[in-house]
């Protein structure tokens, strides 16, 4: 690995409270807006729940960003 460095990672929960931050939503408002709990939205933003394909599309929708960022976190 000579000059390489390891990607960094950042956890998908990361990304999820960067988004929110950059909309001015709540965890609450984004629930609404997937049609999910607020529960279940906290889990996924604090990585106790993974993300699916479902997920992935739903925050895509929801964010205006790619089903394939999220399913690549």
């Known amino acids: 690995m000579d000059g390489l460095k390891p990607a ?3 956890p998908p929960g990361d990304y ?3 988004e929110l931050k950059a909309h001015g939503w709540t965890q609450a ?3 609404e807006i997937m049609g999910r709990s607020r529960p279940k939205i906290n889990e996924i933003a604090n990585g ?4 699916t394909v479902q997920t992935a599309k ?3 929708a929801a964010f205006g960003t790619s089903t394939e960022l999220w399913i690549g976190l």
Request: aromatic letters at 6%; charged letters at 50%.
């Open 16 to 18: 999820i409270k960067d």
């Open 48 to 51: 106790e729940r993974v993300i």
């Open 58 to 60: 739903e925050l895509d």
């Open 8 to 10: 960094e990672v950042f």
């Open 29 to 31: 408002d984004l629930a």
